[in-house]
Each structure stands twice: as structure tokens, then as C-alpha cells.
């Protein structure tokens, strides 16, 4: 019998961060991942929003038990650019908020993530960022030995057959925090890319909204409503049938690899560039001859990925 994977979140909800990590409460409720804490970081909204947003979803999927850090409140060196015009001034539009009961520990996530992997038995641990990279990338550059405890690294971020969605050339995540991102491309930690080339395929439709709003539980509905706020934006910029559900893939990939198809290559991202700026350079033909440190992921069975959403939501409250 194979072990329960054991995941650490690292994310900046969000309306998708949401989905993402109700997606793993619903998987835990099922046996299939053992969510061991959430740390936060700022991306979407600034952290004192994604903290609290991260608490609130706890308690909604009566999860007070998950241990949730707050982290960086600013990228490595950029000023922080946040996304509100999309997920709303809280990070959470859509659906009605309340002071969390689930409490905010006192210790800072990098300093979570640098003791915990420290402890941890050799590749036992998937990190699992759905935000700007800049916590793991702190953590991994204090203590670089903590790599031997990383299984993976499930990054969503990164774009490459696909336009960018802050930028021409660039996704929000990887935008946000370059610097982050090369540093933890370059870390010689086993890693996973799931960028917008997967992400755009994994659409919300009417009939996927409907499914979620029509299970017999709270978070069913309200991740409906959560979902319907935020692929607003997402039809109405890029013209898809739906919002892509980002982050969602991200946990998807932890648990059920099989779903997915990609390709082993050597990305790096540009943090220079004032026209390219944080744009993921993806060596897909190999042409540069460099060691591959990265899987590229560009394919996904969307209808079995939202099947395992919506029956892992179905577990909530």
C-alpha cells in the first residue's frame, strides 16, 4: 500500500487559492493527502488579507486544526503588484466573510518550512505553492539541505504556449516574484510546472458551476458562488468559456499525476527585462543542451479533474 502523500499549501488566496484548498480538505476527508499546514504569502491581495482568507477557508471546511503561518509580505526585491481587480479588495469576492476562528500561529512560515523539512524523512514532503515562489525561496536559500526532504515542488505558475495573463509574456505568479522563481528553478530540488498552457484547458463551464451548487453541502454552494465571481474576469479578458481553475491543478497533480501529461526541460525565467519580465523560458526541442530541471506540464483529462473536485468538495461541510 503506497503512503498518503504529505503536502504543505504555500499560497495567497484568491478566489482558485480557495478552490484549491478546499480541493485538498475534500481529498484529506477522502484519505488521498495528509495537508500537514497552509503558509501564506502575498500575491493576489496583501498578506494580512491572504492570512485571514487562508483562516476563513479553514473554518469552512471545519479544518481548525490545520496549522496556517503567515510568510513574506513582499517579494524578494520587486514592489509587490497584487490582483484585486480580479479576485476583489478582500481576495474572496463573492461570498459573505466572518473573523476566522482558525488562529494564525506565531512562528513565520519560511521558519515553519526551514524546521519542518529539517525533521522530515527523505523525500516525504510535497510543497505545493499556488502563489508568488517568494517563501520557498527564502526557505530554500537559508537552508539549501532542507531539499532532502522535498518529494516535489508543484509549482502553478509560468506560462509558455500561452500568452501571459499580467503581462504579455508572463503569469501573475512568476510576475510578481521572479527572483523567487529562479532561485527555486535553480535549487536542485525535484520540481513540477503547472503553467497557464494546462491551466486554460481546465475551464469552469455552466455545467461544472451547476455540479458544485447542487451537492447537499455549504461548501458546494459557496465555491459555486466563489467561482462564478471570479471566471467573470477570466471570460471577459481572454474570451474562454469559463475561468480556468489555476490552482486546483496544482493539488490535482500532487495526487493524481496520471492525469496530466508533460515533458521534461530546462526552464529559467527573466527577471530583467522590462518587456519580458518574469516570462518562464521553457527549452521545450533542448537546443540549449542544459540539464532539464523542471516537468513542463501541458496536458490534463479535465473531465476527470473536475469529477475528483467535485466528489472531494462533496466531503465539506
Known sequence: MTSIPKMIIDTDPGQDDAAAILFAFGLQNQKLV????????????????????????????????????????????????????????????GV????????????????????????AQPNSITLCPVGPL?????????????????????????????????????????F????????????????T??????????????KRVQALRDLPNQNGTRLADILQSYERFDT????LEGGPLH????VAYAVFPELFK??????????CSELTQGASVVDWWHVWGKPKNAFWVNEIDDEQFFSYLTRAIATLP
Not at 500575491?43 to 490545520?66: F, S
Not at 510578481?176 to 520540481?191: E, R, T
Not at 508533460?262 to 527577471?271: A, I, L, R, Y
Request: aromatic fraction near 6%; glycine fraction near 6%.
Open 262 to 271: 508533460g515533458k521534461e526541460v530546462f526552464v529559467d525565467v527573466e527577471t
Open 34 to 93: 495528509d495537508i500537514i499546514a497552509l503558509t501564506c504569502v502575498a500575491g493576489n491581495v496583501p498578506l494580512h488579507y491572504t492570512t485571514k482568507n487562508a483562516r476563513i477557508i479553514c473554518d469552512w471546511a471545519d479544518k481548525q486544526n490545520i496549522p496556517v503561518f503567515a510568510g513574506a509580505n513582499k517579494p524578494l526585491i520587486k514592489t509587490l503588484v497584487t490582483a484585486e481587480e480580479v479576485h476583489g479588495k478582500t481576495g474572496l469576492d
Open 176 to 191: 510578481v516574484d521572479p527572483h523567487a522563481a529562479k532561485i527555486v528553478l535553480q535549487s536542485g530540488a525535484p520540481i
Open 236 to 239: 471577459q479578458k481572454f474570451g
Open 247 to 250: 490552482d486546483p491543478c496544482a
Open 193 to 206: 510546472i503547472i503553467p497557464l498552457d494546462v491551466t486554460h484547458k481546465a475551464c469552469l463551464s455552466i
Open 134 to 174: 517568494t517563501n520557498i525561496a527564502q526557505a530554500l536559500s537559508m537552508a539549501p539541505e532542507c531539499i532532502q526532504a522535498i518529494k516535489e515542488i508543484v509549482i502553478m505558475g509560468g506560462t509558455f504556449f500561452e500568452v501571459g495573463n499580467i503581462t504579455p509574456s508572463a503569469d501573475f505568479n512568476f
Open 96 to 119: 459573505p466573510l466572518h473573523e476566522p476562528q482558525t488562529p494564525l500561529q506565531t512562528e513565520h512560515a519560511v521558519s515553519f518550512l526551514i524546521e519542518t523539512l529539517k525533521k
